[in-house]
T-cell receptor
């Protein structure tokens, strides 16, 4: 298995909803990442988990809450989002925390906040 | 902090023509360098990567890139472009330490292919 799987592929949520994005990999990678990508822009790093510990939080608002239950799973819990949070959310993984063997990206979750 | 610049926002080439996409990076040491391709609404696919060693690296889909330390560049090339190569291309630099690594992307270059 050489993939990063993200679910759901599309999500529409209201500003008062609570939802979660899920990311899964079975490559034995020990670092996992959340990126946010707005239309026609490059991905921007949100969070890094290295060996299941949060190692980087790029000053992301608290309405985004990451969770890494085990080495294969990464969740992003969403609460009280704003319309400007609508974006493509990409999950990635790498073999180690240094990314020395490259990064594998999932296909993303297209999030629309209404 | 590291940064990546892709000077060309849009490039249009004819099918069968050669292609070069430019990438310049800023980082204090030798970085990990990557090229990714993204089709509309899709995730990112790794084309190739450079960590060390031979400065000319071969990737998938007939792409190659050359690392030039003196110019802080990592340009992507393809000798003959196919219509299916139309997409957004991102150069990225990976840097950090064992506590956490960051992959920083350039602004992207949108490639359009004329028949």
């Amino acid at each position: 298995d050489t993939e990063v799987t993200q679910t759901p592929k599309h999500l529409v949520m209201g500003m008062t909803n609570k939802k979660s994005l899920k990311c899964e990999q079975h490559m034995g990678h020990r670092a996992m990442y959340w990126y946010k990508q707005k239309a026609k822009k490059p991905p921007e790093l949100m969070f890094v988990y290295s060996y299941e510990k949060l190692s980087i939080n790029e000053s992301v608002p608290s309405r985004f809450s990451p969770e890494c239950p085990n080495s294969s799973l990464l969740n992003l819990h969403l609460h009280a989002l704003q319309p400007e949070d609508s974006a493509l959310y990409l999950c990635a993984s790498s073999q180690d925390g240094r990314g020395s063997m490259g990064y594998t990206f999932g296909s993303g979750t297209r999030l629309t906040v209404v | 902090a590291q940064s990546v610049t892709q000077p060309d926002i849009h490039i249009t080439v004819s099918e069968g023509a050669s292609l070069e996409l430019r990438c310049n990076y800023s980082y204090g040491a030798t970085p990990y360098l990557f090229w990714y391709v993204q089709s509309p609404g899709q995730g990112l696919q790794l084309l190739l990567k450079y960590f060390s060693g031979d400065t000319l690296v071969q990737g998938i889909k007939g792409f190659e890139a050359e690392f030039k330390r003196s110019q802080s560049s990592f340009n992507l090339r393809k000798p003959s472009v196919h219509w299916s190569d139309a997409a957004e291309y991102f150069c990225a630099v990976g840097a950090g330490n064992n506590a956490g690594n960051m992959l920083t992307f350039g602004g992207g270059t949108r490639l359009m292919v004329k028949p």
